[in-house]
Every structure is written in C-alpha cells, then in structure tokens.
C-alpha cells in the first residue's frame, strides 16, 4: 500500500473448466505467474474452481470445506505473493451446499459471505443453501472491503453503503454475454449509489449456460471505468483505486447521509 492509501486490484477472467478444480487450480496459479507487480487483491470470477454445478453426482463430490484442497492453495498463492485474494466457491456445511464468496488475506486472516440472492431462473435456487441476512465488510490495507456475488448486483438495498461504511464492492460473477448491458449499468449504478469502486470479475470462455467475453471492468465512485487490460492475462484488468478520490469526492456531494435503510417502517 502507497502512502496515499491506493490499493492496485487485479481482476481475471478465467475460462473455467467445469467441475475440475485442479484444472482451474492450475489456471489460476499460471495467471499469477504473469500478473503485473505490486498487487494488493486479486478478484477471481463466481465459482471459479468448478464452475456453475448442479448435477446431483458430482454435487456429493465436489464441494468443499473452507479447509479443503482448494482454499488451502488459495491460501498458499496469498501468501507467496502477498496479496489477498478474493472469488467464490463450491461450499459445503453438514446440511446444505453455499455458493460461498471468500477473501482470503497473506497474514492468514479470512472472511467468507455465502451468496443471498440465488438465481431463480436457473436450479441454483433449488441446489443451494440462501446466505443469511449478513454482509461483512473486511479491513485491508487501511480500505473497507464488502463482497456480493453474481445475482446480488441486481438488488440495491442489498448493497446498500451504510454511513459509507465500505469503499470498496467486489462482485465475483458468471454473467452471460446475453445480458451484458445489464451487467455493466448496474456495476456503474452501484458504484455512483454508493460512492463506492466497484470491480466486477466475471469468467471467461463459455459453458452450457452462455458464453463470457471482456466483461471483467473496475468503475470508479462516480462510475467511470478506470481499469486497463493486463498485459499477457486475457480478459483481465488491473487498477490502481486511490482512498482521496472516494474522501474527496463524499465530501463535496454527501449522499449517504440522505439514505434510506429500509429496516424501520418509513413515516408516512
């Protein structure tokens, strides 16, 4: 971290192997090999290791605890390369299966936030356990940190900054290319709403459920795109996002404290 407390974010667009974690283990750490120095998170895309699952098999098999083999590399990339990195999971529980966001920091520290709002309009609802009504916000490198998945961008009050408390939204997704628009203006709405950077990781490549090209983007607090593609990592972008622009610009245009919670009956 700089003195002017600026996080340098890299977001990639892996073209995920489905159902084949050391597959996607392997793309991974190829992509880490070649990333550009001075990286604070790496932001990987929904589901990374196994892609959207939901045949009953392989749902016996494959997900995993947050001590399985595929978290225990992530692990190991964080700290060989001093960075924390950020995605979601195939998770399992005793009872029930998450799609399970997670940011994992080189000291060892993690958070994990289980996805709320699951896709109605594919099995993912039928498959997965919802996440409760908890949202945490992570303190890294002198930044506050919150996380969504994929379907969560859809719902404002959701990702709702309370009293600013974050300045920093990481969205891990698999969103199609179909619906790409879409996509792009909420990320931009939710940044502008929130006074916020919002980076939005999405895989690349295609499966059964679409196809996913150059759509990974970082949009500043007033929505603006600021990232550029990285060299030799396709589909990826890198950024450097800068705490004085989010002070400077809630200062002169302080909305947040104009806002609706939504939790108490609102005065007629």
Sequence with gaps: MSLDSSLRILALSLDIVWADPEANLRLLAKA?????????????????????????????????????????????????????????FLARTAHNIFNRAFFIEPSGDETYYDKRHLFSLSSESKT?????????????????IAMIVCYDLRFPAWCRNRDNEYELLLVPANWPSAREYAWKHLLIARAIENQAYVVGANRGGRDDYGEYADMTEIFDPMGKPCSEKAVSLDGAVVATLHKSAIDEWRRRFPVAADADFFDIPLEI
């Design 32 to 88: 880490m090999e070649a990333m550009p120095p001075h990286i604070d998170i790496v932001v990987l895309p929904e589901l990374f290791s196994t892609g959207f699952v939901n045949d009953t098999g392989l749902l016996t098999d494959l997900p995993e605890t947050n001590g399985g083999p595929t978290l225990t590399a992530v692990r190991e990339l964080a700290r060989r390369y001093n960075c924390a990195i950020a995605g979601s």
């Design 128 to 144: 997965y356990a919802r996440g409760g009504a908890f949202k945490p916000v992570i303190r890294f490198r002198g930044w506050n």
